[in-house]
């Protein structure tokens, strides 16, 4: 009986993951086609084939699945750039030209994918013109922490550098 328990707590978990990745991905795509405030509930629900509970379970409301939508992304694009500084500095020998073109393969990957991309900056766009997260946001958990990790690797690799041109205006 434990272990077919332990079989619909799985599929129970993996149903409950893929709802809350089919609103994200509602959200990207409606979100980045109508705004925050052109895009209704119903429209997401429907685009993420769930119920009205998925988005008051998964995040409270519209506005929190926004800036969820967002941190999500932003989360992806940090962890990719730093997985690519860290495997850069890893090599036996790391340089600064590798350090560099690790990071910018990390940094427009998510850019190479035709669709995705068309999603992704379709919805940064819209958020440039309509702001609509909290003020900030975008610095403190994307920007900041991937200049700092960047920087970071560069002082290692190039130990005489002027620390005044390590740090972002």
Do not use: W
Request: net charge neutral.
């Amino acid at each position: 009986m434990a272990r077919k328990t332990g079989k619909n707590a799985k599929k129970r978990l993996k149903k409950a993951i893929d709802t809350k990745q089919r609103l994200l991905d509602a959200g990207e795509e409606l979100f980045g086609q109508k705004g925050l405030e052109g895009t209704s509930i119903r429209d997401l629900i429907t685009v993420a084939k769930c119920n009205l509970s998925g988005v008051n379970y998964y995040f409270g409301d519209k506005e929190r699945l926004y800036v969820e939508l967002f941190r999500d992304r932003l989360v992806q694009m940090l962890d990719a750039r730093r997985a690519a500084i860290e495997e850069a500095m890893s090599q036996t020998a790391p340089t600064l030209e590798g350090l560099l073109r690790a990071f910018s393969r990390a940094f427009f990957e998510p850019f190479t994918d035709p669709e995705a991309s068309r999603r992704l900056t379709r919805l940064f766009a819209r958020e440039m013109f309509e702001q609509h997260l909290p003020k900030g946001m975008f610095l403190e958990e994307m920007a900041e922490p991937t200049l700092s990790a960047l920087a970071e690797a560069i002082e290692i690799l190039c130990p005489n550098i002027d620390q005044i041109q390590l740090q972002p205006n």
